[in-house]
């Protein structure tokens, strides 16, 4: 096969085989186009191209990257991302050579995830009962709020609910996650409650837009985005928000560290690590697995803090 004129033709023909082939989420193609730009801009600015860059242009861009100040983890996820670009360039015949192959990059800093404490939790929840310009925006708020804390749901899959999936008090939703892989999780009771009451609301602001010519939403929270549903970004600076109401540092609230209480606090409570990986939704135990990692350092910090004897052994 021929190979595209041009470095971003490339990309776009690498992307497209990525979401028909690979089934890559959405999310992951950005990634990798923006990290295979800013190497197509480098290259650029070298007089090089993805079709004649040798084994030492891409070991210069990767020092180059280290040169900038990027993390470790950067630097390995951009490597990654043009290690499978030419890949696919060599199996398609873009290039009889893959000059990424032999390049060993830097290893990432395993680092364990940040949490949050169980009061610090329900700090937050209560403070997102009072956020919001108007009534219906308190409810949407609880109700995102109070799912992705009883379900470790990803901020993605939390927003992208379809509006189907809320119907009928259900005691379990279906989440589509990474790589279009359903999952059932259970609702919490709270969960259920503020669930019904803001899909009694968003139905009677849906019927309201009915009777004035307004399409309907399939989003259980519908947004303006070009998505039709409310996007992470504003989700996310909505829990900064929250964060601050709720006397919690803004810093250390994403909706990743409610996804790692989520799971820390249900080990603490005794629940099954293989149950845990079902609910989040992950490949392989071992990602889980550095939830226990995370418990084992609390129970040292208790032991260490709040022994009697401990401040006597210090």
Same mark, same amino acid.
């Given at each position: ?75 390995? +996820? ?63 708020? +609880? ?9 470790? #749901? +990803? !901020? ?15 005691? #379990?939703?279906? !989440? ?15 969960? +259920? ?122």
């Amino acid at each position: 096969m021929t190979a595209p004129a041009g470095m971003m033709r490339w990309i776009s023909t690498f992307l497209e085989a990525q979401a028909a082939e690979a089934d890559a989420a959405r999310n992951t193609r950005l990634a990798y186009g923006r990290d295979l730009k800013d190497f197509a801009d480098w290259l650029a600015g070298h007089e090089l191209s993805f079709a004649d860059v040798p084994r030492e242009g891409v070991e210069d861009y990767i020092i180059w990257c280290e040169a900038q100040g990027l993390s470790k983890a950067t630097r390995a +996820r951009r490597l990654s991302a043009i290690r499978q670009l030419f890949r696919f360039a060599h199996d398609e015949g873009w290039r009889a050579d893959n000059p990424a192959i032999r390049i060993s990059g830097p290893s990432a800093s395993k680092r364990l995830p940040k949490t949050l404490s169980t009061e610090e939790v329900n700090r937050l929840l209560d403070a997102a009962r009072a956020k919001g310009r108007s009534p219906g925006e308190r409810l949407r708020n +609880r109700a995102l709020m109070e799912l992705l804390y009883a379900t470790g #749901m +990803r !901020v993605s899959e939390l927003v992208g609910l379809p509006v189907a999936a809320a119907r009928g008090d259900p005691r #379990m939703v279906l !989440v589509r996650g990474k790589g279009g892989k359903e999952r059932m999780v259970p609702l919490s009771g709270p969960a +259920r409650e503020a669930l019904a009451e803001w899909l009694a609301h968003r139905d009677r602001e849906e019927e309201r837009g009915r009777k004035e010519g307004r399409a309907p939403s399939r989003a259980l929270f519908p947004g303006p985005g070009a998505d039709g549903h409310l996007t992470r970004q504003h989700f996310h600076l909505m829990l900064k928000d929250i964060a601050v109401l709720a006397g919690v540092s803004p810093a250390k609230v994403t909706p990743h560290t409610l996804r790692h209480a989520f799971a820390t606090h249900l080990l603490a409570g005794g629940a099954d690590l293989m149950v845990i990986q079902t609910l989040l939704g992950h490949a392989d135990v071992a990602t889980t697995e550095i939830y226990t990692h995370v418990l084992d350092d609390q129970l040292k910090d208790l032991v260490l803090t709040r022994h009697p004897l401990a401040k006597g052994r210090e």
